[in-house]
């Protein structure tokens, strides 16, 4: 076989490899990290999507969203402290409070951009797009809570690097249990996704989760 046949053959199988999901852990058990892990989760619980209409020659949304899962919220915590200059005493109050608020809902940070602004603003009357978080059996959850962040600052800017002067930024708050009592994405659900729909198309970001799923937050926390 040729030197170009072997790439051809190499070349999809390589591309395959590099988009496979990545899956990450739901389970709330003690973390141990340091400032400089930071990035790292960060980039774990971060997805991006770019949608493109080919009939219309133009692009339609470019999204990139963050779950502050219980792991996030660590490792963001321990991040801020060390920049903030905080004690133990004043990360541990702020840890303990943000793992408490992860046991009532889920919350993404967004940013994204459209080929119209105001149509891209998902908070306006004039929004193209309604947003849902949706589970492998297809059902659906709609926000409490929509904040748009209309002047991002530096803490904005630095711990979330998507946030850019061409996209608009977005809190996205979401309960972790529907009214109904049953939960937004269940005990061992192997993905969730957070989507954008409407007359414009459908954009959805993937968190693909370890088998086992997750488990009910502990009470108690030994903060590190």
């Known amino acids: 076989m040729t030197r170009w046949r072997w790439l051809a053959v190499l070349l ?24 400089t892990d930071y990035e790292r989760i960060y980039e774990a619980w971060t997805r991006t999507e770019d ?3 080919w009939s219309r020659m133009r692009s339609v949304l ?50 994204l951009a459209g080929e119209d602004f105001r149509q891209s603003n998902i908070t306006g009357r004039e929004s193209a797009w309604r947003v849902m ?15 748009r962040i209309r002047r991002p600052g530096a803490v904005e800017s630095t711990y979330f690097p998507s946030v850019t002067v061409h996209r608009q930024a ?16 269940p005990v061992g659900a192997p993905f969730v996704l957070l989507r954008f729909t409407g007359a414009l198309g459908t954009v959805d970001l993937r968190w693909d989760f370890e088998s086992g799923g997750q488990s009910p937050p502990p009470e108690g926390v030994n903060q590190r």
């Not at 977005?170 to 994405?185: A, E, L």
Request: proline share 6%.
């Open 12 to 35: 999809p199988l390589v591309l395959l490899g590099g988009c496979a999901a990545q899956t990450i852990s739901l389970r709330p058990r003690a973390r141990a990290f340091t400032a």
């Open 51 to 53: 949608d493109f209409a």
């Open 62 to 111: 470019h999204v990139t969203g963050t779950f502050e899962s219980w792991e996030f919220r660590w490792a963001y915590v321990v991040r801020y402290a060390h920049d903030y200059g905080l004690g133990p005493d004043e990360r541990d109050a702020m840890l303990r409070a943000s793992l408490d608020d992860s046991r009532n809902l889920h919350r993404f940070f967004v940013t």
């Open 133 to 147: 978080l949706v589970d492998q059996d297809g059902r659906t959850t709609t926000p409490v809570g929509i904040e």
């Open 170 to 185: 977005f809190r996205v708050v979401f309960p972790v249990t529907r009214d109904d009592g049953t939960p937004t994405f």
